[in-house]
C-alpha cells in the first residue's frame, strides 16, 4: 500500500517537480516560483565582514524582523521579502503592487531607501562605518551571498554579495 501511494504521488507530483527545475537559472530553485529568471546581474563588493557568529538563525530572525515592521506600518506593503537557500543567506524581496520596482532604477531606490532606514539602526552603528554603509553592507555583515529584486511580474535583478 505504502509504495502504491509513493507511485501515485511520483505520477502526479513528478511533472510538477520537473518544471519547477526546468524554469529559472540553473541552480536558481527560486527562480520561476517567486521571481522570474533575473534578466540583470551585479556583483557587490562590500567593505564590511560577515560577523563571526552569524548564522541562518540570525539572517532569519532580521527578515522576520523587517516584515514585521513592513506589516505593523500605517500603510499597506509594496514588497514581501524573504531569506532562503539551505543557510537562509539568499535574500528575495518581491514587490507585492503593480507597476512597483519593475525597473533597475525603482528597485535601486528602494534600496537607496532601505539604506537610510538600516543606517538609523544601532546594529549598524556598532558594525560598520554607517555613513558610508549601505543596505547591501548591513546584508553582508548578517552573511548574505544574493540578493534578488523582483516587480513579482517580469522583471528580477540579482546582486551578488562578495
Not at 14 to 30: K, L, N, V
Not at 126 to 142: G, I, Q, W
Given at each position: ?31 520561476g516560483y517567486y521571481y522570474p529568471p533575473p534578466q540583470t546581474t551585479e556583483v557587490y563588493e562590500s567593505q564590511a565582514d560577515t560577523l563571526p557568529d552569524t ?108
Open positions: 500500500m505504502f509504495v502504491r501511494t509513493l507511485m501515485v504521488l511520483g505520477v502526479v507530483l513528478g511533472p510538477a517537480f520537473a518544471w519547477a527545475q526546468s524554469t529559472g537559472d540553473e541552480g536558481d530553485r527560486h527562480a548564522s541562518r538563525v540570525r539572517r532569519v530572525g532580521f527578515v522576520t524582523g523587517m516584515t514585521k515592521q513592513i506589516l505593523g506600518a500605517d500603510y499597506s506593503p509594496t514588497y514581501a521579502i524573504f531569506a532562503k537557500g539551505d543557510e537562509g543567506d539568499k535574500m528575495i524581496i518581491v514587490s507585492v503592487v503593480e507597476g512597483y520596482y519593475d525597473t533597475l532604477y525603482r528597485m535601486r531606490a528602494l534600496l537607496a531607501t532601505l539604506t537610510a532606514v538600516a543606517r538609523l539602526t544601532p546594529f549598524l552603528r556598532e558594525n560598520a562605518v554607517v555613513e558610508e554603509a549601505t543596505f547591501l553592507d548591513l546584508l553582508k555583515l548578517l552573511g548574505f551571498r544574493q540578493l534578488t529584486v523582483s516587480d513579482g511580474k517580469s522583471f528580477a535583478h540579482r546582486i551578488i554579495i562578495e
